[in-house]
């Protein structure tokens, strides 16, 4: 049988995975590290201790007998920049997406290549500073420019991880032989991908379809490897040539793809966490200067398609909003996932249920748009409340409500992507579980 190995790495957890040609979950494991810190004083991700674990996890599972591993994918979170230098050696720190953006810069640069308004729409992109991951570069640029000239590839994070994979699998990293410099190794290996360029970025002119002009303006562009797609033209290192290595993907859009792979039928799926992101592949509607004022955007999925998202804050409303409740009736704050609670703590949690999931459902319609969806799939938090699922049903009575739940969902995705590069079985339309909810 035939193996596929995943790293999914999140800001808090480092997930290791080995899937079987079912998909089935077959060897996990997960670790934390503590951040550090960058030049400036602003926490990050420790990017030495994150390559050490990438490298280790990758020697550990090719060297289990028990697996025939003939594929390696990873996916990570978004937004995040690892600059190399010609012998392709990290030259920053690995910058927090949250670390403040100056604002005078950022006046700077609207000035300079138009309104916010202009940019943001072409780009599918809203206004959120260092989130904008093109705008660090520009921040390297006009505050750091001794390093920016340095830089011979900017790697959004997914990319790097493929990159040190890389290394780990060809045998003459370590020792690169005459023929074969550490730099051109790193040409070699590096590349930029879409799902990782095409996500709130301001990289990315959705209405033309490449890279915005903003960006060969500042000469940015020749910092950017090949741009590839998830799903193809894979990075075999001829000491293992039967292992096939993808380009790695953000993890949003790895997320969405066992339901794009299961569902042919269109389909919003409501992401929930701490933001609740209403996603919808099959929106093909250019953003708007009104979707974009009530937190719209756009990405592209791993396939190059773009997807209609509206975000709301729902997840953190709830925790808040169950603490307030918990403290004030003294129970705990799971109470709402209890059988037997006071009657007039029920009918509390009730009605600001009721108000969160107004907002919800103004939220979705706006990823909804005027797509023929019928159907409506929630994972993560609230799939599993009944309160917020039954009155999200019966706020959609022309739709069908499923809660979905699928293990490790963003994990899956990424090595669904690449499925033809190592599973010769097909692939299977029930992954998911799902339970209809009637409003």
């Known amino acids: 049988m035939s193996y596929i190995l995943l790293l999914d790495i999140g800001k808090t957890n480092k997930k290791c995975f080995v899937f079987d040609e079912d998909y089935q979950i077959v060897f996990e494991k997960n670790t934390q590290f503590a951040e550090t810190t960058d030049e400036d004083g602003e926490p990050c991700e420790d990017l030495e201790l994150l390559k050490n674990w990438i490298l280790a996890s990758v020697r550990e599972v090719l060297d289990d007998a028990r697996f025939q591993i003939r594929a390696i994918n990873c996916t990570t979170y978004g937004a995040s920049f690892v600059h190399l230098d010609s012998r392709g050696q990290p030259l920053t720190a690995l910058y927090n997406y949250l670390k403040p953006y100056p604002r005078e810069l950022q006046k700077q640069f609207f000035d300079t290549y138009g309104s916010e308004e202009n940019i943001s729409l072409e780009t599918a992109s809203p206004e959120l500073g260092s989130l904008n991951s093109g705008l660090q570069l520009y921040w390297l640029k006009h505050q750091k420019p001794w390093i920016f000239k340095q830089i011979k590839w900017s790697l959004h994070l997914p990319q790097y991880v493929s990159y040190v994979i ?13 023929s074969e410099s ?3 190794f790193t040409s070699k290996f590096t590349t930029s991908e879409i799902t ?5 970025t301001m990289l990315w002119d959705f209405r033309k379809n490449d890279y915005h002009d903003w960006v060969k303006a500042e000469g940015i562009l020749e910092k950017f490897p090949p741009l590839v797609k998830s799903g193809g033209d894979f990075k075999s290192p ?4 039967k292992i096939n290595i993808g380009h790695g993907l953000h993890d949003s859009s790895a997320a969405l793809i066992p339901y794009l792979a299961c569902f042919e039928e269109p389909f919003v799926l409501i992401s929930t966490g701490t933001w609740c992101i209403s996603l919808n592949p099959f929106n093909q509607e250019p953003l708007t200067s009104e979707e974009l004022a009530q937190d719209c955007l756009c990405y592209l999925s791993y396939e190059d398609n773009p997807v209609k998202a509206a975000r709301y804050f729902g997840g953190y409303e709830h925790e808040q909003a169950v603490k307030i409740m918990a403290a004030e009736f003294g129970v705990a704050e799971d109470f709402y996932r209890q059988v037997q609670i006071p009657e007039d703590l029920k009918t509390r949690y009730l009605a600001f249920m009721q108000q969160l999931v107004e907002k919800q459902v103004a939220s979705t319609r706006l990823a909804v748009g005027n797509c023929p969806i019928r159907r409506i799939f929630v ?12 009155l999200l049903a ?4 022309e739709m069908e409500v499923f809660a979905a739940e699928v293990s490790q969902a963003t994990a899956l995705g990424a090595a669904m992507s690449i499925h033809s590069s190592w599973n010769k079985k097909p692939l299977s339309k029930h992954l998911i579980l799902r339970k209809q909810i009637m409003g």
């Open 166 to 178: 890389s290394l780990v699998v060809n045998l003459e990293v370590n020792s690169p032989g005459d």
């Open 182 to 184: 550490p730099g051109e």
């Open 196 to 200: 990782s360029i095409g996500c709130h």
């Open 238 to 241: 001829p000491d293992y040539p």
């Open 379 to 390: 994972d993560g938090g609230f799939s599993k409340n009944e309160i917020y699922m039954r």
């Open 394 to 397: 019966a706020s959609f009575p």
